[in-house]
């Protein structure tokens, strides 16, 4: 499925008017396609947003295509996406870069090394920041300015006042109300354009299965769909955490029942990852129902 093709023209417009027209030194940074959205408004609403020059968070689960999305968006524009991910220990360095010591001409000189931020800012790219909500409290104002409309940062590690190039969009992801995650701090969120994201099912499930996984019998297939949607249903009653119906393990368990019976695609996929002993036996029971 070409997403492009399926757009409103109104919407194609929109993307060549803002598109990167350049070729850029950072091709190899552009994303792949392939997010498939659970309906037309989740992407053209990201779009719109992009192309107004806005921020956008990408709320949802893990697995529910956030990081895809991104990817997608940085192929429809044509932009390079520099990335930078809060939930491993990051500090200032991760976002602005770090001063280090090389040679010139047999002398020792101090060369700077620009981080994502800086980067994407300069040549007008996209920044991804992941589980933005997992940032340190004392990274937060480094990015505030960047993120509302000053578009301008003052590098502390250089003193260059640095104002955002055209085409500078910033797409943040978080997996909100996911044990281990804070909450994200309000001024923070208030400068984004929220789009949620949720798994998906049904016919575009259904497409997702058959475009990526190595499985190709269809009644397997569908099964996999309904096995999906009745995840999607017991974590909505509260069952089983919102996680076991990731649609990454839900792949993964679809890949490997073209080689082994699909229940233990299953339980290697999705139940082994589980702690709850009730919440395992939910999922074997709906896989027992349909496979
Ligand atoms: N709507 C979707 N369209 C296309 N691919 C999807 C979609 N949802 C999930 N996937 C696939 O599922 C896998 C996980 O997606 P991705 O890594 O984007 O999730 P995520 O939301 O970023 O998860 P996390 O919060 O764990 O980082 C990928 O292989 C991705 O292609
Ligand atoms: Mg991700």
Do not use: W
């Amino acid at each position: 499925m070409n997403l492009i093709n399926t757009l409103p023209e109104g919407i194609q417009t929109l993307i060549s008017q803002y598109k990167n027209p350049s070729p850029t030194e950072f091709e190899d940074r552009i994303g792949m396609p392939g997010y498939i959205p659970e309906n037309p408004d989740v992407i053209m609403d990201a779009i719109a947003a992009i192309a107004q020059g806005k921020n956008i968070l990408l709320k949802g689960p893990t697995g529910a295509g956030k990081t895809k999305m991104a990817e997608t968006l940085s192929y429809l524009f044509h932009q390079p996406l520099f990335s930078v991910n809060c939930s491993v220990d990051i500090d200032a360095e991760s976002f602005l870069g770090f001063k280090t010591l090389d040679y010139k001409e047999g002398k020792q000189v101090i060369e700077y090394v620009p981080g994502p931020l800086i980067q994407a800012m300069k040549h007008g790219h996209f920044l991804y920041i992941d589980e933005i909500n997992m940032a340190k409290p004392e990274t937060l104002p480094i990015i505030n300015g960047v993120l509302d409309y000053r578009r301008t940062i003052t590098n502390p590690l250089t003193n260059e006042v640095i104002r955002a190039k055209k085409g500078f969009n910033v797409i943040a992801a978080i997996n909100e109300g996911y044990i281990g995650t804070t909450r994200l701090n309000e001024a923070l969120k208030n400068r984004f354009i929220v789009i949620e994201l949720s798994y998906i099912q049904g016919e575009q499930l259904k497409a997702l299965i058959q475009e990526t996984t190595d499985l190709n019998d269809e009644k397997t297939i569908d099964a996999f769909v309904q096995f999906s949607a009745d995840l999607v249903e017991a974590a909505s009653q509260g069952k089983i955490s919102e996680e076991a119906a990731s649609i990454r393990a839900l792949l993964d368990a679809c890949d490997l029942s073209q080689i082994i019976p699909p229940k233990r695609a299953i339980l290697r996929a999705i139940i082994d990852k589980m702690e709850d002993e009730r919440e395992k036996e939910v999922v074997r029971n709906l896989a027992e129902t349909l496979f």
